[in-house]
């Protein structure tokens, strides 16, 4: 069975820093595409970052400079290193791996993806 746990969240003051992990446990994920979303009360789900299986990322533009997405196929685990925190950042952080490789593009991800993470929450306080 696949599951994706994540950890890292918590509270943090705007500013501040937090690091997320996604463990992967069921399958190996050497060839997914890997992704991070987040979803704040009463908006959508959206994209945040998005890794492929040669490393290339993408960055949802709110993010772009302040957070960076990498992964560690060897521990099975991926990562979202976010600095510059900022209220808006809060939200329930979530992360996705899909197989296929069509899958890779953020929103195709966002909405398709294969596996996905019970998330962990971020709250940014100004």
């Known amino acids: 069975q696949v599951q994706l746990q994540e950890t890292g969240g918590g509270s943090v003051q705007a500013g501040g820093s937090l690091r997320l992990s996604c463990a992967v446990f069921g399958y190996s994920t050497a060839s997914d595409c890997m992704g991070w979303f987040r979803q704040a009360p009463g908006k959508e789900r959206e994209g945040v970052a998005v890794?492929?299986?040669?490393?290339?990322?993408s960055y949802a533009d709110s993010v772009k400079g302040r957070f960076t997405i990498s992964k560690d196929h060897a521990k099975g685990t991926l990562y979202l290193q976010m600095n510059s925190l900022k209220p808006d950042d809060t939200a329930m952080y979530y992360c996705?791996?899909?197989?296929?490789?069509?899958?890779?593009?953020?929103?195709?991800?966002?909405?398709?993806?294969?596996?996905w993470g019970q998330g962990t929450q971020v709250t940014v306080s100004s």
């Open positions: 996705a791996a899909d197989p296929r490789p069509w899958a890779c593009p953020i929103e195709t991800l966002r909405t398709r993806g294969k596996y």
């Open positions: 890794i492929d299986d040669d490393g290339s990322a």
